[in-house]
Protein backbone atom coordinates (compact mmCIF):
# COMPACT_ATOMS: atom_id res chain seq x y z
CA UNK A 1 0.00 0.00 0.00
CA UNK A 2 1.37 3.11 -0.94
CA UNK A 3 1.03 4.49 2.90
CA UNK A 4 2.90 2.27 4.43
CA UNK A 5 0.06 1.69 7.07
CA UNK A 6 2.47 -0.02 9.53
CA UNK A 7 1.58 1.24 12.68
CA UNK A 8 -1.78 2.21 11.29
CA UNK A 9 -2.62 -1.40 11.09
CA UNK A 10 -1.24 -2.28 14.16
CA UNK A 11 -3.06 0.25 15.92
CA UNK A 12 -6.55 -0.90 14.25
CA UNK A 13 -5.41 -4.45 15.64
CA UNK A 14 -5.25 -3.14 19.23
CA UNK A 15 -8.31 -1.10 18.61
CA UNK A 16 -10.16 -4.10 17.34
CA UNK A 17 -9.34 -6.29 20.77
CA UNK A 18 -11.27 -3.56 22.70
CA UNK A 19 -13.87 -4.85 25.15
CA UNK A 20 -17.18 -3.82 23.42
CA UNK A 21 -19.36 -1.49 25.01
CA UNK A 22 -22.88 -2.54 26.76
CA UNK A 23 -25.48 -3.89 24.02
CA UNK A 24 -27.94 -1.76 22.61
CA UNK A 25 -31.25 -1.60 23.35
CA UNK A 26 -31.68 -4.20 20.37
CA UNK A 27 -31.51 -8.01 21.79
CA UNK A 28 -28.76 -9.81 22.66
CA UNK A 29 -28.95 -12.20 20.06
CA UNK A 30 -28.87 -9.47 17.35
CA UNK A 31 -25.76 -7.99 19.41
CA UNK A 32 -24.18 -11.07 19.24
CA UNK A 33 -24.97 -11.43 15.52
CA UNK A 34 -23.03 -7.90 15.16
CA UNK A 35 -19.96 -8.89 17.38
CA UNK A 36 -19.74 -11.84 15.28
CA UNK A 37 -19.42 -9.81 12.01
CA UNK A 38 -17.26 -7.55 13.41
CA UNK A 39 -15.33 -11.01 14.24
CA UNK A 40 -15.18 -11.89 10.84
CA UNK A 41 -14.06 -8.23 9.85
CA UNK A 42 -11.61 -8.45 12.50
CA UNK A 43 -10.05 -11.54 10.65
CA UNK A 44 -10.48 -10.18 7.29
CA UNK A 45 -8.58 -6.69 7.91
CA UNK A 46 -5.72 -8.93 9.64
CA UNK A 47 -5.47 -10.86 5.99
CA UNK A 48 -5.33 -7.46 4.65
CA UNK A 49 -8.95 -8.10 2.45
CA UNK A 50 -9.79 -4.59 3.24
CA UNK A 51 -12.55 -4.06 1.06
CA UNK A 52 -14.09 -7.35 2.30
CA UNK A 53 -13.55 -6.24 5.90
CA UNK A 54 -15.29 -3.16 5.13
CA UNK A 55 -18.60 -4.86 4.00
CA UNK A 56 -18.70 -6.92 7.05
CA UNK A 57 -18.10 -3.78 9.06
CA UNK A 58 -20.92 -2.28 7.41
CA UNK A 59 -22.99 -5.20 8.34
CA UNK A 60 -22.62 -5.27 11.60
CA UNK A 61 -22.97 -1.58 11.77
CA UNK A 62 -26.57 -2.19 10.40
CA UNK A 63 -27.46 -4.34 13.44
CA UNK A 64 -26.13 -2.15 15.87
CA UNK A 65 -26.03 1.44 14.91
CA UNK A 66 -24.72 3.00 17.79
CA UNK A 67 -21.55 0.79 18.12
CA UNK A 68 -18.62 3.27 17.56
CA UNK A 69 -16.05 0.28 16.99
CA UNK A 70 -17.05 -0.65 14.09
CA UNK A 71 -17.19 2.68 12.56
CA UNK A 72 -13.76 3.22 13.53
CA UNK A 73 -13.22 -0.12 12.17
CA UNK A 74 -14.54 0.48 8.65
CA UNK A 75 -12.72 3.64 9.00
CA UNK A 76 -9.55 1.83 9.38
CA UNK A 77 -10.47 -0.36 6.16
CA UNK A 78 -11.10 2.84 4.16
CA UNK A 79 -7.66 4.57 5.23
CA UNK A 80 -6.09 1.37 4.00
CA UNK A 81 -7.45 1.44 0.73
CA UNK A 82 -6.90 4.94 0.57
CA UNK A 83 -10.58 6.16 0.29
CA UNK A 84 -9.96 9.17 2.71
CA UNK A 85 -13.23 11.16 2.47
CA UNK A 86 -15.11 7.94 3.61
CA UNK A 87 -12.52 7.39 6.46
CA UNK A 88 -13.21 11.18 7.65
CA UNK A 89 -16.56 10.67 7.47
CA UNK A 90 -17.00 6.92 9.88
CA UNK A 91 -14.31 8.46 12.10
CA UNK A 92 -17.09 11.19 12.49
CA UNK A 93 -19.83 8.73 13.13
CA UNK A 94 -16.94 6.83 15.79
CA UNK A 95 -16.94 10.45 17.52
CA UNK A 96 -20.00 11.07 17.35
CA UNK A 97 -21.35 7.82 19.45
CA UNK A 98 -17.85 7.86 21.61
CA UNK A 99 -16.74 11.47 21.87
CA UNK A 100 -13.36 10.40 23.33
CA UNK A 101 -12.13 7.75 20.84
CA UNK A 102 -8.74 9.09 20.23
CA UNK A 103 -7.64 5.86 17.47
CA UNK A 104 -11.12 7.21 15.85
CA UNK A 105 -9.48 10.91 15.91
CA UNK A 106 -6.05 10.28 15.16
CA UNK A 107 -6.88 7.94 12.41
CA UNK A 108 -9.63 11.21 10.95
CA UNK A 109 -6.56 13.82 11.54
CA UNK A 110 -4.32 11.48 9.38
CA UNK A 111 -6.84 11.15 6.36
CA UNK A 112 -7.36 14.81 6.24
CA UNK A 113 -3.55 15.29 5.73
CA UNK A 114 -3.57 12.78 3.41
CA UNK A 115 -6.16 14.75 1.52
CA UNK A 116 -4.26 17.85 2.10
CA UNK A 117 -5.79 19.22 4.49
CA UNK A 118 -3.18 19.85 7.20
CA UNK A 119 -4.89 23.23 8.54
CA UNK A 120 -8.16 21.62 9.14
CA UNK A 121 -6.32 18.09 10.75
CA UNK A 122 -4.05 20.23 13.06
CA UNK A 123 -6.90 22.40 13.77
CA UNK A 124 -9.58 19.47 14.61
CA UNK A 125 -6.32 17.18 16.77
CA UNK A 126 -5.96 20.32 19.01
CA UNK A 127 -9.81 21.15 19.97
CA UNK A 128 -9.91 17.15 20.54
CA UNK A 129 -7.39 17.45 23.02
CA UNK A 130 -8.37 20.54 24.26
CA UNK A 131 -11.94 18.53 24.80
CA UNK A 132 -10.61 15.58 26.52
CA UNK A 133 -7.21 16.30 28.15
CA UNK A 134 -9.06 15.82 31.63
CA UNK A 135 -10.78 12.51 30.70
CA UNK A 136 -9.24 10.61 28.48
CA UNK A 137 -4.74 9.83 27.49
CA UNK A 138 -4.33 12.54 24.60
CA UNK A 139 -0.32 12.19 24.81
CA UNK A 140 -0.25 9.96 21.76
CA UNK A 141 -1.93 13.28 20.17
CA UNK A 142 0.76 15.42 20.53
CA UNK A 143 3.06 13.64 18.06
CA UNK A 144 0.67 13.91 15.54
CA UNK A 145 0.25 17.84 16.07
CA UNK A 146 3.72 17.50 15.46
CA UNK A 147 3.57 15.49 12.35
CA UNK A 148 0.84 17.98 10.80
CA UNK A 149 2.87 21.09 11.32
CA UNK A 150 6.10 18.95 9.62
CA UNK A 151 3.47 18.50 6.57
CA UNK A 152 2.42 22.02 6.43
CA UNK A 153 5.62 23.26 6.55
CA UNK A 154 7.03 20.83 3.67
CA UNK A 155 3.94 21.87 1.42
CA UNK A 156 5.06 26.10 1.92
CA UNK A 157 8.20 25.11 1.05
CA UNK A 158 7.90 23.01 -1.43
CA UNK A 159 5.33 25.56 -2.92
CA UNK A 160 7.72 28.55 -2.64
CA UNK A 161 10.76 26.33 -4.26
CA UNK A 162 8.11 25.36 -7.54
CA UNK A 163 7.15 29.34 -7.64
CA UNK A 164 11.05 30.35 -7.86
CA UNK A 165 12.25 27.69 -10.28
CA UNK A 166 14.37 25.94 -7.53
CA UNK A 167 13.35 22.47 -9.03
CA UNK A 168 15.75 20.74 -7.50
CA UNK A 169 14.93 21.83 -3.89
CA UNK A 170 11.03 20.84 -4.43
CA UNK A 171 11.86 18.15 -5.70
CA UNK A 172 13.64 17.32 -2.61
CA UNK A 173 11.27 18.16 -0.32
CA UNK A 174 8.44 16.67 -2.05
CA UNK A 175 10.39 13.64 -2.64
CA UNK A 176 11.24 12.92 1.14
CA UNK A 177 7.39 13.36 2.59
CA UNK A 178 6.84 10.57 0.31
CA UNK A 179 9.36 8.50 1.32
CA UNK A 180 9.72 8.82 4.87
CA UNK A 181 7.44 7.41 7.71
CA UNK A 182 6.06 9.66 9.97
CA UNK A 183 3.53 8.19 13.12
CA UNK A 184 4.28 4.85 10.53
CA UNK A 185 2.96 6.06 7.82
CA UNK A 186 4.38 7.95 4.52
CA UNK A 187 2.13 10.78 3.06
CA UNK A 188 0.98 10.00 -0.13
CA UNK A 189 -1.08 13.59 -0.07
CA UNK A 190 -1.66 14.40 -4.15
CA UNK A 191 -0.33 17.98 -3.48
CA UNK A 192 3.01 16.53 -2.84
CA UNK A 193 2.54 13.38 -5.64
CA UNK A 194 1.48 16.20 -8.48
CA UNK A 195 4.38 19.06 -6.85
CA UNK A 196 6.61 15.91 -6.65
CA UNK A 197 5.85 15.79 -10.24
CA UNK A 198 5.90 19.43 -11.52
CA UNK A 199 9.79 19.25 -10.07
CA UNK A 200 10.65 16.15 -12.08
CA UNK A 201 9.36 17.99 -14.98
CA UNK A 202 11.82 21.07 -14.40
CA UNK A 203 14.73 18.71 -13.89
CA UNK A 204 13.70 16.98 -17.07
CA UNK A 205 12.99 13.67 -15.27
CA UNK A 206 9.90 13.53 -17.69
CA UNK A 207 9.53 9.45 -16.98
CA UNK A 208 9.18 10.06 -13.27
CA UNK A 209 6.96 12.70 -13.80
CA UNK A 210 4.67 10.46 -16.00
CA UNK A 211 4.82 7.42 -13.30
CA UNK A 212 3.67 10.09 -10.21
CA UNK A 213 0.59 11.40 -12.66
CA UNK A 214 -0.58 7.93 -13.10
CA UNK A 215 -0.22 7.57 -9.59
CA UNK A 216 -2.54 10.65 -8.94
CA UNK A 217 -5.17 9.55 -11.93
CA UNK A 218 -5.23 6.09 -10.83
CA UNK A 219 -6.18 7.24 -7.64
CA UNK A 220 -9.18 9.21 -8.66
CA UNK A 221 -10.36 6.05 -10.47
CA UNK A 222 -10.87 4.41 -7.39
CA UNK A 223 -14.31 4.73 -4.95
CA UNK A 224 -12.52 7.60 -3.31
CA UNK A 225 -16.57 9.29 -2.95
CA UNK A 226 -14.48 12.59 -5.26
CA UNK A 227 -12.65 13.88 -2.48
CA UNK A 228 -8.90 15.40 -3.11
CA UNK A 229 -9.00 12.60 -6.31
CA UNK A 230 -11.62 15.22 -8.18
CA UNK A 231 -9.97 18.36 -6.57
CA UNK A 232 -6.77 17.52 -8.24
CA UNK A 233 -7.41 16.07 -11.27
CA UNK A 234 -7.28 19.18 -13.53
CA UNK A 235 -3.95 19.67 -12.00
CA UNK A 236 -2.83 16.15 -12.67
CA UNK A 237 -4.02 16.05 -16.14
CA UNK A 238 -2.03 19.32 -16.79
CA UNK A 239 0.82 18.01 -15.52
CA UNK A 240 1.00 14.95 -17.24
CA UNK A 241 -0.11 16.43 -20.35
CA UNK A 242 3.40 19.25 -20.39
CA UNK A 243 5.39 15.70 -19.39
CA UNK A 244 3.71 13.86 -22.70
CA UNK A 245 4.34 16.84 -24.60
CA UNK A 246 8.02 17.03 -23.63
CA UNK A 247 8.45 13.37 -25.14
CA UNK A 248 7.95 14.75 -28.56
CA UNK A 249 5.92 12.07 -29.57
CA UNK A 250 4.21 12.06 -32.96
CA UNK A 251 0.85 12.85 -31.91
CA UNK A 252 1.02 14.93 -29.22
CA UNK A 253 -0.83 13.21 -26.76
CA UNK A 254 -0.50 15.56 -24.28
CA UNK A 255 -2.51 18.07 -25.54
CA UNK A 256 -5.27 15.64 -25.24
CA UNK A 257 -4.78 15.88 -21.15
CA UNK A 258 -4.48 19.66 -21.01
CA UNK A 259 -7.68 19.86 -23.13
CA UNK A 260 -9.43 17.45 -20.31
CA UNK A 261 -7.87 19.63 -17.76
CA UNK A 262 -9.78 22.72 -18.89
CA UNK A 263 -12.53 20.39 -20.13
CA UNK A 264 -13.14 19.22 -15.74
CA UNK A 265 -12.10 23.43 -14.85
CA UNK A 266 -12.53 25.78 -17.46
CA UNK A 267 -11.41 28.69 -15.09
CA UNK A 268 -8.14 26.66 -14.51
CA UNK A 269 -5.82 29.62 -15.92
CA UNK A 270 -2.77 27.59 -16.01
CA UNK A 271 -4.17 24.70 -17.95
CA UNK A 272 -4.67 27.62 -20.60
CA UNK A 273 -1.48 28.99 -20.71
CA UNK A 274 0.40 25.60 -20.86
CA UNK A 275 -1.74 25.14 -23.94
CA UNK A 276 -0.94 28.39 -25.90
CA UNK A 277 2.77 27.98 -24.54
CA UNK A 278 2.50 24.21 -26.20
CA UNK A 279 1.04 25.52 -29.54
CA UNK A 280 3.58 28.10 -29.74
CA UNK A 281 6.41 25.29 -28.80
CA UNK A 282 5.34 23.08 -31.12
CA UNK A 283 5.83 26.22 -34.27
CA UNK A 284 9.75 26.65 -32.96
CA UNK A 285 10.51 23.15 -32.12
CA UNK A 286 9.41 22.43 -35.26
CA UNK A 287 11.37 24.88 -36.99
CA UNK A 288 14.67 24.35 -34.88
CA UNK A 289 14.73 20.92 -36.15
CA UNK A 290 14.57 21.78 -39.91
CA UNK A 291 17.69 23.86 -39.07
CA UNK A 292 19.24 21.24 -37.76
CA UNK A 293 17.99 18.23 -40.51
CA UNK A 294 20.18 21.53 -43.43
CA UNK A 295 22.70 21.48 -40.80
CA UNK A 296 22.65 24.78 -39.97
CA UNK A 297 23.39 24.11 -36.17
CA UNK A 298 23.80 27.45 -34.92
CA UNK A 299 19.92 28.45 -36.23
CA UNK A 300 18.73 25.70 -34.59
CA UNK A 301 20.53 26.55 -31.30
CA UNK A 302 18.99 29.83 -32.12
CA UNK A 303 16.07 28.54 -32.68
CA UNK A 304 15.78 26.21 -29.78
CA UNK A 305 16.36 29.30 -27.03
CA UNK A 306 12.30 29.87 -27.47
CA UNK A 307 11.67 26.31 -26.97
CA UNK A 308 13.62 25.88 -23.86
CA UNK A 309 11.96 29.29 -22.20
CA UNK A 310 8.41 27.87 -23.47
CA UNK A 311 8.82 24.36 -21.92
CA UNK A 312 9.81 26.89 -18.58
CA UNK A 313 6.98 28.73 -18.96
CA UNK A 314 4.58 25.28 -19.30
CA UNK A 315 6.59 23.83 -16.52
CA UNK A 316 5.97 27.20 -14.10
CA UNK A 317 2.51 27.75 -15.25
CA UNK A 318 1.51 24.27 -14.16
CA UNK A 319 3.45 24.37 -10.86
CA UNK A 320 1.45 27.99 -10.05
CA UNK A 321 -1.88 26.08 -10.64
CA UNK A 322 -0.72 23.39 -8.21
CA UNK A 323 -2.09 24.90 -5.36
CA UNK A 324 -5.19 22.85 -4.66
CA UNK A 325 -5.26 21.84 -0.58
CA UNK A 326 -8.51 22.03 0.27
CA UNK A 327 -7.18 23.69 3.37
Known amino acids: NGNGGGNEAAAAAAERTTVPS ?17 AQGDAKYASRSFERAA ?60 LSRWEKAKAFLCQFIEDHMQDVDVSPLNDEVAAVDALAKDADEGRAALFRGDFSRAASIFGRVLTTKKQGNNCQALFFVLGAA ?56 GMDFLKEAI ?59 NKRTGS
Open 263 to 321: RLDPDDDAAKAAVLAVKRLRRDRDDAKKRALVRDFKGAVDAYGPVLDLLATATTTTSNG
Open 55 to 114: ALYGKAIELAPEEARYYANRGACHFMLQHFEACVDDSDRALERDPRHVKAARRKARALCE
Open 198 to 253: VAEIGLGHVERALRLTMQALKRGNGNNNGGDAALFKPTACAIRGVALILQDQPDDP
Open 22 to 38: CPPSSSTTVFANAEALK
